[in-house]
Nanobody
Framework: QEQLVESGGGLVQAGDSLRLSCAAS????????MGWFRQAPGKEREFVAGVSWSGRSTDYADSVKGRFTISRDNAKNTVYLQMNSLKPEDTAIYYCAASSDLLRGIRLGNVNYWGQGTQVTVSS
């Protein structure tokens, strides 16, 4: 059974850093585009960052550009999200996702698999 399991969330102060990890199991996700999404209370789930199956291409939401970095290690079947200079508005549940649509970047509409989410809370 395919599974994505996130870890690394927590409570931090504004300006701090966190690194989220997403461990994939049940299938080899090295041929999938991977990404991170987040959902704050009362808001829609939104795209945060995406990485191509090879790791050579990445893209980011404008709100996190320059602060967050997505990467992957296909040998470990793991995707990471390094989050620096965190702000209170980054507070949300962060979800890992996988997409088999290799013609486009990962977005809400083409996700095949979701993780269960990890909470990130940034205090001011």
């Amino acid at each position: 059974q395919e599974q994505l399991v996130e870890s690394g969330g927590g409570l931090v102060q504004a300006g701090d850093s966190l690194r989220l990890s997403c461990a994939a199991s049940g299938r080899t996700f090295s041929t999938y585009n991977m990404g991170w999404f987040r959902q704050a209370p009362g808001k829609e789930r939104e795209f945060v960052a995406g990485v191509s199956w090879s790791g050579r291409s990445t893209d980011y939401a404008d709100s996190v550009k320059g602060r967050f970095t997505i990467s992957r290690d296909n040998a470990k079947n793991t995707v990471y999200l390094q989050m620096n200079s965190l702000k209170p508005e980054d507070t949300a549940i962060y979800y890992c996702a996988a997409s088999s649509d290799l013609l486009r970047g990962i977005r809400l509409g083409n996700v095949n698999y979701w993780g269960q989410g990890t909470q990130v809370t940034v205090s001011s």
